[in-house]
């Protein structure tokens, strides 16, 4: 079975920084496509960046310039450094990576649990 566990969530003034993990475990035979999604009370969840395996990566226009997607594929994790952080930045963050469980069988989605993230003004 798979297992997307986020870290690194928690409360932070405006303008500062939070790192946040995902590590994928269990039953993992290659991964493909991995992303960072946020959600408000209400509201759909949003994209916030996504990185190819080769390493390739995109970002909501929100977060572009403060926000950094990277991974690291010997360890099946992937980060989201975060900076200059605001108010409405706040929501849940959840990890979420497109992979094969084993080797013969198609990709699926799977989905962290989410971490918190608050912003204070």
């Known amino acids: 079975q798979v297992q997307l566990v986020e870290s690194g969530g928690g409360l932070v003034d405006a303008g500062g920084s939070l790192r946040l993990s995902c590590a994928a475990s269990?039953?993992?035979?290659?991964?493909?496509?991995m992303g960072w999604y946020r959600q408000v009370p209400g509201k759909q969840r949003e994209l916030v960046a996504g990185?190819?395996?080769?390493?390739?990566?995109n970002y909501a226009d929100s977060v572009k310039e403060r926000f950094t997607i990277s991974r690291d594929n010997a360890k099946n994790t992937v980060y989201l450094q975060m900076h200059s952080l605001k108010p409405e930045d706040t929501a849940i963050y959840y990890c979420?990576?497109?992979?094969?469980?084993?080797?013969?069988?198609?990709?699926?989605?799977?989905w962290g649990q989410g971490t918190q993230v608050t912003v204070s003004s």
């Open positions: 979420n990576a497109n992979l094969y469980p084993t080797a013969g069988w198609g990709p699926s989605i799977y």
């Open positions: 269990g039953r993992v035979f290659k991964i493909n496509a």
């Open positions: 990185i190819t395996s080769g390493g390739i990566t």
